[in-house]
């Protein structure tokens, strides 16, 4: 009687431990695949900012530091594209806490963020070189 009450209790932890297991391998799935529609399903909006000169261009355009407009909680990929001899440039959002690292020369980087929610103006800088690298980043009701 003890060894079959033993038995149960080792398949009930084990049960336990099985389903903790299958658990933690959906959640990894989920955490995994999430970002992965994402991507596929294309939601997060590309913007590419090409550095040249010690300012920041949109992709094809020729307006020095522009202001970009977002939508209030929408997905955002900035890409940053230096294309300035000798220096190094990164795009930061202070007031999202949004800061990309340093971009070499003819390298880029990406980061992926989300709009806040709430619509408003805030500024946008390369780092270093602020004064020069500076423009506005709007957000817009959705
Ligand atoms: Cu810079």
């Known amino acids: 009687m003890a060894g ?3 038995i149960r209790r080792w398949s009930g932890t084990r049960g336990a431990v099985t389903a903790v297991l299958v658990a933690a391998v959906g959640l990894l ?4 695949l999430l970002p992965l529609t994402a991507r596929t399903q294309g ?3 590309q913007i590419t ?5 010690m ?3 949109l992709e094809g355009g020729t307006e020095p530091n522009p202001t970009i407009q977002v939508r209030a909680g929408e997905e955002v990929r900035f890409t940053v594209l230096n294309r300035d001899p000798g220096f190094q ?4 959002v202070e007031a999202w ?6 971009v070499e020369t003819e390298a880029s980087t ?3 963020v989300r709009a806040p929610a709430r619509p408003g103006s805030q500024p946008y800088v390369c780092t270093p070189h602020g004064k020069m690298m500076r423009g506005i980043i709007e957000v817009v009701a959705d």
Do not use: K, M, P
Not at 49 to 53: A, G, H
Not at 89 to 92: A, G, L, T, V, Y
């Open 4 to 6: 079959i009450d033993r």
């Open 29 to 32: 799935c989920l955490v995994l």
């Open 49 to 53: 900012l090409v550095t040249r000169n």
């Open 43 to 45: 939601s997060a909006r």
């Open 55 to 57: 300012a920041f261009y």
């Open 97 to 102: 806490g949004l800061e990309t690292q340093f």
């Open 89 to 92: 440039h990164n795009f930061s």
């Open 110 to 112: 990406s980061v992926l």
